[in-house]
């Protein structure tokens, strides 16, 4: 069992330059437009009304900082799925991610979110694929799982592994969870864990 996640939003900031000090490892949550994101942040912390949820895709539009256990951050980025934005929203969407991906030093990993209830999208293996050429460590979360029977899960999971194996030679590391019967808290919480402590020596 990990320790009670002690949670404070710090601030919403519309460039990389003006994210808090990079003095403690970062971890960026992402994903397409309504994956789940804003829950599954609010899952990890405890906290229901940490992150805002909203029934309209797209709703975060700027770099959401978030304090844990006055140890690290918890980011949350911009969906890449853009629902419903203009081009021009959609293009400053991009330079935001892109920029901040590149030039946050302190960032350990994004985890990527992908609904498993869908196929894997294209814009997700795009998204992925930027990261892999970057240079940019990354995790994948497989959500909304409690909408699945059980065999569904197994099907999605062998669909998705297969659909990876096209372009990856192996795996990243993979999550399930489900916001609702909190799957996945412990063990995501428990990978952040072992990073934070990896990296003492650097922060």
Not at 18 to 34: D, H
Not at 86 to 99: G, T, V
Request: proline share 3%.
């Amino acid at each position: 069992m990990i320790k009670s996640v002690q949670s404070e939003f710090l601030k919403s900031s519309s460039d990389y330059t003006q994210c808090p000090p990079n003095n403690k490892p970062e971890y960026a949550f992402i994903g397409r437009s309504n994956v789940g994101k804003s829950s599954l942040i609010n899952m990890l912390t405890g906290r229901k009304k940490l992150a805002k949820i909203s029934g309209r895709p797209g709703k975060t539009q700027l770099i959401n900082h978030f304090e844990i256990n006055k140890e690290w951050y918890l980011v949350d980025l911009p969906g890449y799925g853009y629902a419903g934005v203009s081009k021009e929203q959609r293009r400053s969407f991009q330079k935001l991610i892109k920029d901040y991906c590149e030039n946050r030093e302190n960032l350990v990993s994004l985890f990527v979110l992908i609904d498993s209830r869908h196929d894997l999208q294209k814009n997700d293996q795009e998204f992925m694929q930027y990261l892999a050429e970057a240079g940019l460590s990354f995790t994948i979360v497989l959500t909304k799982i409690d909408k699945l029977s059980s065999s569904a899960l197994q099907k999605c999971r062998t669909q998705f592994e297969k659909s990876m194996l096209k372009n990856w030679e192996e795996l990243p590391n993979t999550f399930i969870s489900s916001a609702e019967s909190k799957v996945g808290k412990e063990e995501i919480l428990e990978y952040i864990r072992h990073w934070n402590d990896a990296l003492k020596d650097r922060f």
